[in-house]
T-cell receptor, first 116, second 112 residues
């Protein structure tokens, strides 16, 4: 079965400190991995993706994520958090095999609060 | 380029009523999908389409129908609304399976 887990419902971090939002996945075949951000009363916005290649992926707004195949993880990171980063973050995976490769699976989301 | 548009933004229905949520995209994307977002449950896939004339069920399809007669439009029909369908509904599109999805602004539906 395909699934995504975000083990933390809430992450708090002080402004200027590094932040990490965790994601682990289970999927058949090679995964396509994505991070999205959602601000209040808005749709989801794409941050970054991993399809293949370098395990460290850089995305929008200074975010990056590291693909770790052995740990089946794809944690989102930022070296220095901003108050404006406060939002709901979703990890998503799409399988690469034919019978599951058309469906995205989303985690339950992690609410990030950056404290001034 | 409007991206993904959804109408209406808000809707209140009574149990048993039917309605259609509209979704359109102007990016010529092949892949479109409908999700519902409920607190603590993330986004769950209702139905999706990989091209005009092709649709398939997602994780939670019961009580919903879709069709894809054109590349641009992907309406979601609630056949007989139930309180359990109270949710925020998002439509999304992507160029193909390896690309990121673009999301619409959502429709907040309340079923009384």
């Amino acid at each position: 079965a395909q699934s995504v887990a975000q083990p933390e419902d809430q992450v708090n971090v002080a402004e200027g400190n590094p932040l990490t939002v965790k994601c682990t996945y289970s999927v058949s075949g090679n995964p396509y991995l994505f991070w999205y951000v959602q601000y209040p009363n808005r749709g989801l916005q794409f941050l970054l993706k991993y399809i293949t290649g370098d395990n460290l992926v850089k995305g929008s707004y200074g975010f990056e994520a590291e693909f770790n195949k052995s740990q089946t993880s794809f944690h989102l990171k930022k070296p220095s958090a901003l108050v404006s980063d406060s939002a709901l973050y979703f990890c998503a995976v799409r399988g690469s095999v034919t019978n599951t490769g058309n469906q995205f699976y989303f985690g339950t989301g992690t609410s990030l609060t950056v404290i001034p | 380029n409007a991206g993904v548009t959804q109408t209406p933004k808000f809707q209140v229905l009574k149990t048993g009523q039917s309605m259609t949520l509209q979704c359109a995209q102007d990016m010529n994307h092949e892949y479109m999908s409908w999700y519902r977002q409920d607190p603590g449950m993330g986004l769950r896939l209702i139905h999706y389409s990989v091209g005009a004339g092709i649709t398939d069920q997602g994780e939670v399809p019961n009580g919903y129908n879709v069709s894809r007669s054109t590349t641009e439009d992907f309406p979601l029909r609630l056949l007989s609304a139930a309180p359990s369908q109270t949710s925020v509904y998002f439509c999304a599109s992507s160029r193909n399976r390896g690309h990121e999805q673009f999301f619409g602004p959502g429709t907040r539906l309340t079923v009384l």
